[in-house]
């Protein structure tokens, strides 16, 4: 198999499970949004036990965020360490679902508390979630910095085989 044909696979398994991954949690979110705007029913807990939720299900959302900050940084050196661009291609695949799926946990507690408590509080998480995710998006040039590759030996790889 060609080199340009390894990059495109990768760069298209890349991107779906990018737009896959997003979209997990997108659709319910868009559909509890709506429900919420439309309906406005109250919420299912009060008092005590909705304050506790609320700050839990807060501090778990970006508690989760964190540490798939800190997940990405530790496992994407393992990464750059494989011998040869093929390689490094599949270990950073894997790494990047990985990663991926760990800031979607945190996109799904928002949206299960918004369902859950009503507040608008995790609207506006949900919406750093996706601003996070939105700067893991693909491309070129992002690739190549996480594989520790000038652009050019990626390139050149590409058109070599």
């Not at 990018?18 to 807990?45: E, T, W």
């Not at 990047?96 to 998480?125: D, M, N, P, Q």
């Not at 520790?148 to 990626?154: A, F, G, P, R």
């Amino acid at each position: 198999m060609t080199n340009r044909i390894v990059w495109d696979q990768f760069y298209q398994k890349l991107n779906v499970i990018f737009n896959g991954v997003l979209a997990i949690s997108m659709i319910p979110f868009a559909l509890v949004f709506l429900d919420i705007q439309k309906n406005d029913p109250p919420s299912m807990y009060e008092g005590m036990t909705h304050t506790a939720l609320k700050m839990s299900l807060m501090f778990l959302s970006l508690g989760v965020l964190g540490i798939s900050n800190w997940f990405w940084r530790k496992h994407i050196g393992q990464v750059s360490k494989a011998s040869d661009i093929e390689s490094k291609l599949e270990a950073y695949l894997s790494e990047r679902l990985k990663h991926l799926a760990v800031i979607e946990l945190s996109a799904i507690v928002a949206v299960v508390g918004y369902f859950l408590l009503k507040e608008f509080i995790f609207v506006i998480i949900y919406l750093g979630v996706l601003f996070v995710f939105s700067q893991y998006r693909p491309r070129f040039s992002k690739v190549c910095k996480d594989l520790l590759e000038k652009e050019e030996d990626v390139i050149n790889w590409i058109e070599q085989g």
